[in-house]
Antibody
Framework: DVQVVESGGGLVQPGGSLRLSCVASEFTFKKHWMHWVRQAPGKGLVWVSRINSDGTSTAYAESVKGRFTISRDNADNTLFLQMSSLRDEDTATYYC??????????????????WGKGTTVTVSS | DIQMTQSPSSLSASVGDRVSITCQTSQSISTYLNWYQQKPGKAPKLLIYAASHLQSGVPSRFSGSGRGTDFTLTISSLQPEDVATYFCQQSYTTPFVFGPGTKVDIK
């Protein structure tokens, strides 16, 4: 089955760092843009970051800009989110999602069609 | 950033009812609007992309419409398995903001 699986979440103190990973399977990872989306407990969805297919272009939500870095390893079918200077408000479930747009066919609609189950990050002292 | 609003914030309807959820954006986004369904404790699921395109495998009772700043998700005949929270999301420009969500349950 086409899927993405996140890992790397856990408990970290404020100011600490954490690296999330997302392994993709059963699709051509290097063709797809990828996203990170987070959801604080009981709250709505918040888009965090996206990266283009070859890793040369990234974008971030203002709330994480300068603290989080998205990257990818197309040889290993893996997406990363390096998080540093973590704050209480970064506590959330972090989802990795595939962008289903087929840019080779001129589709630039940017929609998230494959989601992982999420990994939980808790920032607390 | 583009601001997103959804209405209603919650609704309760009977099985078989026609249900509509609206999403408004603070500026025109053409048809760069997606809809997701999230059931409790689960990851979101894509329902509609580009305002009106039904994602593969999604039941045909779901439909989307709209352009510019006003969009609608319609469930033509509400089913028990449709109990969930529904989010719109703009993909016109980053940050790809989500709406606040609409919680749907069965009366």
């Amino acid at each position: 089955d086409v899927q993405v699986v996140e890992s790397g979440g856990g408990l970290v103190q404020p100011g600490g760092s954490l690296r999330l990973s997302c392994v993709a399977s059963e699709f051509t990872f290097k063709k797809h843009w990828m996203h990170w989306v987070r959801q604080a407990p009981g709250k709505g969805l918040v888009w965090v970051s996206r990266i283009n297919s070859d890793g040369t272009s990234t974008a971030y939500a203002e709330s994480v800009k300068g603290r989080f870095t998205i990257s990818r390893d197309n040889a290993d079918n893996t997406l990363f989110l390096q998080m540093s200077s973590l704050r209480d408000e970064d506590t959330a479930t972090y989802y990795c999602a595939r962008d289903g747009s087929d840019m080779a066919l001129g589709d630039y609609n940017y929609y998230m069609d494959v989601w992982g189950k999420g990994t939980t990050v808790t920032v607390s002292s | 950033d583009i601001q997103m609003t959804q209405s209603p914030s919650s609704l309760s309807a009977s099985v078989g009812d026609r249900v509509s959820i609206t999403c408004q954006t603070s500026q025109s986004i053409s048809t760069y609007l997606n809809w997701y369904q999230q059931k409790p404790g689960k990851a979101p699921k894509l329902l509609i992309y580009a305002a009106s395109h039904l994602q593969s495998g999604v039941p045909s009772r779901f439909s989307g419409s709209g352009r510019g700043t006003d969009f609608t998700l319609t469930i033509s005949s509400l089913q028990p398995e449709d109990v969930a929270t529904y989010f719109c999301q703009q993909s016109y420009t980053t940050p790809f903001v989500f709406g606040p969500g609409t919680k749907v349950d069965i009366k």
